[in-house]
């Protein structure tokens, strides 16, 4: 996803709810390239870096866990 000046905060830097929705679509992806379509049950994610406005923000996710009743990422 291209960064642009609209998904920065007020400090200048990309909204953790900009970095949210790029992982939650990551697993989305993964998800669907199990043959599964689900709903996110729980999430939950650090930020240890900022990242500031411009540039590229990627996101990669991998099944770890593949149950039943859920996939973890």
Do not use: P
Not at 25 to 39: E, F, I, P, V, Y
């Amino acid at each position: 996803m291209r960064i642009l000046a609209e998904h920065a905060n007020l400090l200048g830097v990309v909204h953790g709810g900009v970095r949210m929705f790029i992982a939650e679509t990551a697993m989305k992806l993964a998800c669907t390239s199990q043959g599964r379509l689900t709903t996110t049950t729980d999430m939950n994610i650090s930020l240890f870096k900022s990242i500031e406005e411009e540039g590229i923000l990627r996101a990669v996710a991998s099944v770890i866990y593949h149950g039943r009743n859920s996939i973890k990422y």
